[in-house]
């Protein structure tokens, strides 16, 4: 994205009965507030990590 670009984008995380349950156990763990919070924090540490742009 570019700077000053506002568009969102969809995507579909497909996961398995494991990882929904790690995802829950880090949610109920204080980590995120939701499933869709805690995909999104991921998702924007990966960019950060990789020299990617990603929106809060």
């Known amino acids: ?3 000053g670009d ?3 984008h969809a995507i ?3 996961l398995n009965q494991q ?3 790690l995802v829950d156990r ?3 763990g204080g980590l995120a507030d939701s499933r869709e919070a805690l995909l ?3 998702l924007k540490e ?3 990590q990789h020299g990617g742009e990603a929106d809060d």
Do not use: N, P
Request: aromatic share 4%.
């Open 6 to 8: 506002t568009k969102r």
């Open 26 to 28: 880090t949610i109920a």
């Open 1 to 3: 994205m570019t700077s």
């Open 46 to 48: 990966y960019a950060d």
């Open 12 to 14: 579909v995380v497909r």
């Open 19 to 21: 990882q929904m349950e």
């Open 40 to 42: 999104r924090r991921a």
